[in-house]
């Protein structure tokens, strides 16, 4: 079983920050350099058939033991420990435990020379610096940094983990079920405590065994004999420590995700399958976002959700900050800060990793940092997301934010870690980003009116054709999208009539910029000119795509001599002022890419986006239901996932 997905973490944040070092203190690769070979990585197989991945370190060379927790090796029957320079050594057996300090001590096989890591005297100090060493499966042993966040006797856990006592650090250092067992070290290269736990659900709330309670293991291990691992079934008293990949809280943390709808946004979001990690990658663009630096010419942030579908293994969510300027802006002490808000709430990310580069005279910058899947969840529910990394401030448009959404509605549901979260999918009424938030549930989901196969459902009014029936088809299906060559001018119509409903459609222009509509509330054909239904026509011509064109039905919208002319010329027959401009020029894509056009009819109102700008909204039509047609004008267009949804009130 995969436990060991949370070191990923450590990897974007290893080892990269400024530190101001006291005398007696080592930099902090100096430090990783010297402590890494006295490090090990865990494999252990357990009674139940299950395999699983811990953390530990060399504490005393001659008697080739290894420090590790209990619950590491706990109901194990087996365990090999992997050095950073690839050797192994099988694991005897143990010469002391503690499951209430949630310790045990190993004893290996092997004629490697070591290295072992000295622990710490007395506990450190409230706010001291330390580094976390965990070992992640077939790469190379990791590091993270933080601070001591307090320090806690093990009757005030009871609540998360009941049955533990010692003294316990409290950390800021982000750790994992797979770095359970590593080394807490400060800056002098001493042990000042294990990596045990994590609280999820919470936002850095890391726990280590302390030193006092490591060098008491050592002191009996003096006077223990060698058992079998096999031996180290787990007690009543060990009742509040999990196996690694287990929480100590008894109920699952639920995690709520977005529900099941079209999101609107330009970004794209790729996935990404490591068949060595067996990972799955989940990554948005570099979406835009808000901010009134001036030093900086542009700034960035891209989400990347890793996950393990097979062992259903917890997620965590990367925020990389990405910025371009003439000077640095973030390789300061200061900028080490890393902090998101939204709906009300505010967290405080682990230190993130700096990544400078330069080319000629721009500077670019990335700064890296993670969440919990808890967190990120959270965030993308609300709709005023903002980050800050030091006194930068960076503000999440409606864009970004439906991107970030679909990323979170990917996460498959379901139990992860073995039942210790629970990830759910919203209902429409639940979900605060849908249209139909607070609202009964609808009575059905979106319904394809086009199959991909051919045009049931649908029948041809080409007035053009009338004189020559031979000519080629206005419209017909073609690799599964819905084309039109434009010849003979035409519409193609749907079967059935339609009201109270959101229709949602890709387009685009295949070869060249042109025209084309939809026409909605179509009742009477050929009503106007002898070829135009009688109906409220949407424009999709380049560049001015939005507009209304009025055929014998009607309908206000703001701001009316402005966009429709002179009211003594407006009218729904010929010769009439029947246009009605939209509120955005130039909301279409370069031709030959995919747009999207949302259109809701709800009443006597109708609203049209285009990409996800709103482009038009007019109130009091004289229609409110008809059938549907798409408008063969001249220009080759193709269509796809033509989708309707029955809805009671327009979108925001």
Known sequence: MNRTLFHICLLYLAGLFPINLQADELSLADLIETTEPACVRIDVNYKDGSQGIGSGFVVDVERKWIVTNYHVVGDSESAVVTFADKTTAKVLGWNAHYTAFDLALLKIETNKKLTALPVAISLPRKGDKTIAIGAPRGLSFTASEGIVSGIRKGEELKEFAPGLSGTWLQTSTPISPGSSGGPLLNFKGEVVGVNSSTLLGSQNLNFAISCEQINHLVKVGKRVRLRELALLTPTSEAKGIPKPGKPAASEAIVIKIPSERRFRHRYKIEKDEDEFDQLTWLRTDWLKVKFEDRSLSSLGIRVTLAHDDKDKTALIAIWEVGA????????????????????GESYELPPPKYDPATNGNVISEVMTSITGLDVFAELVLTDDLKARVGVVEMEFGRNELECLRELASIIPTGDLVEGAIRVERLKPEED?????????APESIANSLFNGKDLTGWHLDVPEGDPNPENKPTFFVRDGQLVTLGYPRGFLISDQQYENYR???????????????????????????????????????????????????DIVVPNMVERRGPKATWGVTEGKSRRILNLTDNSEKPTGEWNTMIVECVGDEIKVWVNDDLVNHGMNCTAKKGQIALQAEGTEVEFRDLELTPITNLSE
């Not at 802006?329 to 890393?338: C, E, K, L, V």
């Not at 605060?432 to 009964?440: A, L």
């Open 503 to 553: 229709l949602e459609f890709e387009y685009r222009f295949a070869g060249k910029s042109g025209a084309s509509g939809l026409a909605v509330h179509v009742s009477k054909l050929r009503s106007l000119y002898k070829r135009y239904p009688q109906s409220i026509e949407v424009q999709m011509n380049s560049g001015n795509a939005g507009d209304l064109w009025l055929c014998g039905e």
């Open 432 to 440: 605060p980003t849908s249209p139909h938030f607070g609202k009964p």
């Open 324 to 343: 371009t300027g003439r000077s640095r802006t973030f390789g300061t002490t200061a900028s080490r800060r890393f902090q998101l808000a939204g709906g």
